[in-house]
């Protein structure tokens, strides 16, 4: 039946070729998302976690696993006590600044919980190796990929601080002072909606710098 293509950032959709996507919202989309991050995990963990409130939280865990076979066949979530995605999903890869199943809103229970971990510790590992990229690529010299990588760092985290302070580097040590400071002005233009925010001393100084050599 070929293979399954399974996309967890942005809006959660499942698709396999030949047929109409199939969105996953709610316990659905936690669900999948829950298999795919945590490969192995238990039934019991899953149903509780999913389904807390209910009188019986693993028959709502093999009601929703059954919808998945009526709308897919075999092979979404495999396994009898511990849970994994079936042989022919694939993950599809995140665009840019996409956010794990962003159609899932923010709550107070322990699986919102859970997403939100998730999110956070996703965006730092991301975080984490943009941060990499960029410095590997100053290290050989190559100015080129280090603008591409600290591009693709911004457009992951628009408003992270950190991001914007290495695409502005990466300006500097390029001699494009006036694009390293349009990074900045911008920075501070969205910094107007936050009273009292300030950028932080290191970033200053960096604008600072770019406004010397912009001078120069």
């Known amino acids: 039946m070929g293979h399954i293509e399974l996309q967890l950032h942005g809006a959660a959709l499942l698709r396999r070729a030949g047929e109409p996507a199939l969105p996953l919202r709610g316990r659905a989309a936690l669900l999948v998302a829950l298999v795919a991050l945590e490969p192995g995990v238990s039934r019991e963990r899953a149903a509780r976690l999913l389904w807390p409130d209910a009188p019986r939280p693993r028959h709502n865990l093999r009601q929703q696993l059954l919808r998945f076979r009526q709308a897919l066949g075999a092979g979404l979530i495999e396994g009898d006590e ?30 919102s919980g859970w997403l ?3 999110r956070t510790a996703l965006g730092r590992a991301t975080q984490a190796a943009g941060q990499q990229a960029v410095a590997d690529a100053e290290r050989n010299g190559d100015l080129d990929a280090a603008l591409q990588a600290a591009l693709a760092l ?52 960096l604008a600072q710098a ?6 120069a």
Do not use: I, K, N
């Open 210 to 215: 770019l406004q010397r050599a912009e001078g």
């Open 82 to 111: 511990h849970l994994r995605l079936g042989a022919d999903v694939r993950l599809a890869p995140a665009a840019p600044g996409a956010e794990l199943l962003a159609d899932e809103a923010p709550g107070d229970d322990e699986a």
């Open 154 to 205: 911004c457009a992951a985290a628009p408003h992270d601080e950190a991001s914007l302070a290495t695409l502005m580097r990466v300006h500097y040590l390029r001699g494009e002072g006036a694009a390293g400071l349009g990074v900045y002005r911008e920075f501070e233009r969205r910094l107007q909606a936050w009273p009292g925010a300030r950028p932080a001393a290191a970033t200053l100084a």
């Open 116 to 118: 939100q971990h998730q």
